[in-house]
């Protein structure tokens, strides 16, 4: 069965330092990762997703996601946050023939102006 | 090209009381499904499905029921309201992936905001 953990559960950041957000997955084979936003009060939104070839993977809104696959990490990083990163972001893997989605729990960003 | 659309937005009912949260999408999608959003858990898949008149279990099934007669339409319904049942759900949609994984992530609709009493 496939499972993701995000460890960090709110991360509180001043305007244009730089953002890590943590993502392990647990399958043993193939995997799609993707990873989501949601501002306050709307629906979630793919920021980028990984399915083959180059590990770094850019998304939008200057957000980038590196595929360690010995370390079953999809981090989400981004070298400058704005006041407007603020929202709560989700990590979700797809492994092999799955058919659904698995979201980890969320990590609410909040970013001080 | 409207995407997922879910109504109602928000609803309040009494514990006890059903009801039927609508979701439509105008993509041909073939697979459907319903998440409910809580605080600190994330989503959770309640049911899905992969295309009319196939339906399954998620991860927390227990206490709604889906049907889906039409490729656009995947109601989730509550029988009978329980206070454990307050929560955001998400209805969402994609192309079925083919055999060996799927290039397709799904779209989100607005969400339902769900309070029982």
């Known amino acids: 069965a496939q499972s993701v953990s995000q460890h960090n559960h709110h991360v509180i950041l001043s305007e244009a330092a730089s953002l890590e957000l943590g993502c392990n997955y647990s399958?043993?084979?193939?995997?799609?990762l993707f990873w989501y936003v949601q501002y306050p009060g709307q629906h979630l939104q793919l920021l980028l997703k990984?399915?083959?070839?180059?590990?770094l993977v850019k998304g939008i809104k200057g957000f980038e996601a590196e595929f360690i696959k010995s370390k079953f990490s999809f981090n989400l990083r981004k070298p400058s946050v704005q006041w407007s990163d603020t929202a709560e972001y989700f990590c979700?893997?797809?492994?092999?023939?799955?058919?659904?989605?698995?979201f980890g729990s969320g990590t609410q960003l909040t970013v001080l102006p | 090209n409207a995407g997922v659309t879910q109504t109602p937005k928000f609803q309040v009912l009494k514990t006890g009381q059903s009801m039927t949260l609508q979701c439509a999408q105008d993509?041909?999608?073939?697979?459907m499904s319903w998440y409910r959003q809580d605080p600190g858990m994330g989503l959770r898949l309640i049911h899905y499905?992969?295309?009319?008149?196939?339906?399954d279990q998620g991860e927390v099934p227990n206490g709604y029921n889906v049907s889906r007669s039409t490729t656009e339409d995947f109601p989730l319904r509550l029988l009978s309201a329980a206070p454990s049942q307050t929560s955001v759900y998400f209805c969402?949609?994609?192309?079925?992936?083919?055999?060996?994984?799927?290039?397709?992530?799904?779209?989100f609709g607005d969400g339902t905001r769900l309070s029982i009493l």
């Open positions: 993509m041909n999608h073939e697979y």
């Open positions: 969402a949609s994609s192309h079925y992936p083919p055999p060996g994984g799927s290039r397709q992530p799904q779209h």
């Open positions: 990984y399915f083959s070839g180059d590990p």
């Open positions: 499905s992969v295309g009319a008149g196939i339906t």
């Open positions: 399958y043993g084979g193939t995997v799609n």
């Open positions: 979700a893997v797809k492994g092999g023939s799955a058919r659904q989605l698995t």
